[in-house]
T-cell receptor, first 115, second 112 residues
Framework: DTGVSQNPRHKITKRGQNVTFRCDPI?????LYWYRQTLGQGPEFLTY????????KSRLLSDRFSAERPKGSFSTLEIQRTEQGDSAMYLC?????????????FGPGTRLTVL | GQQLNQSPQSMFIQEGEDVSMNCTSS?????WLWYKQDPGEGPVLLIA?????ELTSNGRLTAQFGITRKDSFLNISASIPSDVGIYFC????????????FGTGTSLTVIP
């Protein structure tokens, strides 16, 4: 399967713990996005990478959140000192600058539950 | 952030009926995307629109980029049970980066 993949699919953690999620984009896509989705809402933008450079960050991305894409391929999203309000679906999407289209393709998401 | 108003919020229809939903904003967008999301899964891209007035079809789905560039419409013809899910519009502003703003979704239930 050559789509966007995310791991883990589900994560349950206790408040105060750190968690890390991984996203592997479509192989030829150089743009990668992280979104957060809470129940009954549409996805909300968190951050965007073009290759290894993090070019945009939302105000939703507090200082407890950090995202990296060290080699311009896969990306990780870390949440430190998790809070119950962090419980949500974390979605990754990728797109291609070369294709000159803005179509973003999403992965299956990581469902985070903070107890 | 930008507010995209999607309507209706939910729809209950009989199999075989046509469906219409729309998305409106107070801002001008240069790209509209329509997605379908099943429970526990990521959104799946259905249709992409890039020009005002553009009408694009994907099987039984047809979407239009509004002339004012502040709205978009999605129609589903001859609905079938597998059309059940939540449909999201997403828009990209004209002169910002690559961020997309999503609507709150339209939940579709198809009654066999």
């Amino acid at each position: 399967d050559t789509g966007v993949s995310q791991n883990p699919r589900h994560k349950i953690t206790k408040r105060g713990q750190n968690v890390t999620f991984r996203c592997d984009p479509i192989s030829e896509h150089n743009r990668l996005y992280w979104y957060r989705q809470t129940l009954g809402q549409g996805p909300e933008f968190l951050t965007y990478f073009q290759n290894e450079a993090q070019l945009e960050k939302s105000r939703l991305l507090s200082d407890r959140f950090s995202a990296e894409r060290p080699k311009g391929s896969f990306s990780t999203l870390e949440i430190q000192r998790t809070e119950q309000g962090d419980s949500a679906m974390y979605l990754c999407a990728s797109s291609s600058e070369v294709a000159a289209l803005n179509e973003q393709f999403f992965g299956p998401g990581t469902r985070l539950t903070v107890l | 952030g930008q507010q995209l108003n999607q309507s209706p919020q939910s729809m209950f229809i009989q199999e075989g009926e046509d469906v219409s939903m729309n998305c409106t904003s107070s801002s001008i967008f240069n790209t509209w995307l329509w997605y379908k999301q099943d429970p526990g899964e990521g959104p799946v891209l259905l249709i992409a629109l890039y020009k005002a007035g553009e009408l694009t079809s994907n099987g039984r789905l047809t979407a239009q980029f509004g002339i004012t560039r502040k709205d978009s419409f999605l129609n589903i013809s001859a609905s079938i049970p597998s059309d059940v899910g939540i449909y999201f519009c997403a828009g990209q502003l004209t002169n910002t980066g690559n961020q997309f703003y999503f609507g709150t979704g339209t939940s579709l239930t198809v009654i066999p």
